[in-house]
């Protein structure tokens, strides 16, 4: 492995290579599409280490099941974009030890958050026996997840999306919505946060990006976001987030959100 082919060790990218990250659209603080310009934390972040690594990239615009599908049952799977090469890497996914099957990774960047939402006139109960869970196939939030923080007694309903398991909540045809989210969520605006399975650590060490097995990109975006950090840059671009994640927030819902630390203190 030479010094300069950043971790490849063979079919190395050359200089002129350009590295493709795929984003969601959100809208969070780290995705969102404002003015038809797509904006927020990934966007920066990677121009910040990409600069910092002398790697020409770029945020692409993409459908999440382009880069993580689920079979029958609800367990991950590459999906056909980042299999197939359409882009190189996908950003702002929670790292899990299940994911490493299948995926190569990054270091974490901000902490992955996980709660059931309700809606908003419903009790916080303290078990979920009997109660019916929506969960949204390739996230993280899946009925293992919360398997392993002690519920067993629940009801398993699938959603195809977000939206669609809040309309579940929101029409009560599901009790609760298990959620794995970004700060500055917009779609959970106006649902009430459960207090039972919301440690996101137990399935998650955090938030960061996805590559095929053979990809070189996380030997060179690891080094280069160490150096990033040492600099001050990371807790900077943090800083800058934070206030422009609430900012986005206010924009897309009229409400002003709770704060949340955005990045790792």
């Given at each position: 492995m030479g010094a300069s082919d950043g971790g490849?060790?063979?079919?190395?990218?050359?200089?002129?290579?350009?590295?493709?990250?795929?984003?969601?659209?959100?809208?969070?603080?780290?995705e969102y599409v404002k003015d038809s310009?797509?904006?927020?934390?990934?966007?920066?972040?990677?121009?910040?280490?990409?600069?910092?690594?002398?790697?020409?990239?770029?945020?692409?615009?993409?459908?999440?099941?382009?880069?993580?599908?689920?079979?029958?049952?609800g367990n991950n799977r590459p999906g056909r974009g980042l299999s197939a090469g359409w882009f190189d890497?996908?950003?702002?996914?929670?790292?899990t030890t299940y994911r490493n099957n299948f995926f190569n990774v990054t270091k974490p960047f901000y902490p992955s958050l996980l709660g059931i939402f309700a809606h908003p006139d419903s009790p916080d109960f303290n078990s979920l026996d009997g109660?019916?869970?929506?969960?949204?196939?390739?996230?993280?939030?899946?009925?293992?997840?919360?398997?392993?923080?002690?519920?067993?007694?629940?009801?398993?309903?699938?959603?195809?999306?977000?939206?669609?398991?809040?309309?579940?909540?929101?029409?009560?045809?599901a009790d609760g919505f298990y959620y794995s989210y970004n700060p500055y969520d917009t779609f959970i605006d106006g649902?009430?946060?459960?207090?039972?399975?919301s440690d996101a650590t137990v399935c998650a060490s955090g938030t960061g990006i996805l590559v095929k097995k053979d990809s070189p990109l996380p030997i060179w975006w690891n080094k280069a976001f160490k150096n990033f950090q040492a600099s001050g840059g990371y807790r900077a671009?943090?800083?800058?987030?934070?206030?422009?994640?609430?900012?986005?927030?206010?924009?897309?819902?009229?409400n002003s959100p709770d704060y949340i630390d955005v990045c790792f203190t």
């Open positions: 490849c060790q063979r079919s190395c990218p050359g200089d002129d290579k350009v590295w493709l990250f795929a984003s969601g659209d959100g809208p969070n603080f780290a310009v797509l904006k927020g934390f990934n966007v920066d972040i990677v121009e910040k280490v990409c600069g910092i690594a002398g790697k020409k990239c770029k945020v692409v615009l993409d459908e999440y099941s382009e880069c993580v599908v689920s079979n029958s049952a890497a996908c950003i702002s996914w929670g790292l109660k019916k869970i929506a969960f949204v196939k390739g996230w993280y939030s899946s009925p293992d997840c919360l398997k392993s923080q002690g519920e067993t007694g629940f009801v398993t309903m699938w959603a195809t999306d977000a939206a669609a398991a809040r309309t579940m909540v929101m029409d009560r045809t649902l009430k946060k459960l207090s039972v399975a671009l943090c800083a800058k987030h934070q206030v422009e994640g609430r900012q986005m927030y206010e924009y897309f819902t009229g």
